[in-house]
């Protein structure tokens, strides 16, 4: 091989790696969670559990909300949580890909707080209503923050690499 060769060689490498190391969510943070603060220990119950609507993040970054009125969480102290009015490609990563992800649809589940390392997070299952998708039931976990003392519910959307994300807010109660 002559210089020249293994120099366009190492360039393209380069590059190539580059290109990788950069456009990874692992290394190269996206801002999901920039004005969050991550919930370390186990929270009370009464922290977790109540009615959550989108925030302005999700209506800036997930352009689908920005039309939809009644999206809302509620997780309730039986274990359970009813998601309504969510375009489908929200939770179901097919839909995302396909003209259907902004179908509206409503999601039951059942949850559970867990935390490891020093993070909080929800292990939930979703049951999706095969009247109105053909997604199949699977379980995930859900990352949980404080934002000026409400609670928000951060549950990634697609690839998470894209650094897409749907974030449920608890309004604060007085």
Not at 6 to 16: D, E, G, P, Q
Not at 64 to 89: C, H, M, R, W
Not at 103 to 109: E, H, P
Request: proline share 4%; glycine share 4%; aromatic share 12%.
């Amino acid at each position: 091989m002559k210089k020249t060769d293994l120099y366009r060689f190492a360039i393209l490498r380069f590059f190539l790696i580059s290109i990788l190391f950069i456009s990874c969510s692992r290394v190269n943070k996206c801002n999901i969670e920039s004005d969050l603060t991550p919930i370390r220990i186990a929270p009370k119950e009464n922290f977790i559990t109540g009615d959550y609507t989108p925030d302005m993040f999700t209506q800036e970054v997930l352009k689908e909300y920005k039309t939809i009125e009644n999206a809302s969480l509620n997780i309730k102290s039986d274990g359970s949580f009813e998601i309504k009015q969510v375009p489908i490609g929200t939770l179901d990563l097919y839909a995302f890909y396909e003209k259907e992800k902004i179908k509206l649809t409503d999601v039951k589940g059942n949850w559970k707080l867990v935390t490891h390392d020093n993070v909080s997070f929800l292990s939930v299952n979703l049951f999706f209503n095969e009247e109105q998708t053909h997604a199949e039931n699977y379980g995930t976990s859900w990352q949980i923050y404080s934002k000026e003392e409400s609670t928000v519910i951060v549950i990634p959307v697609g690839d998470p690499d894209a650094c897409r994300a749907i974030r449920f807010i608890k309004p604060l109660t007085k």
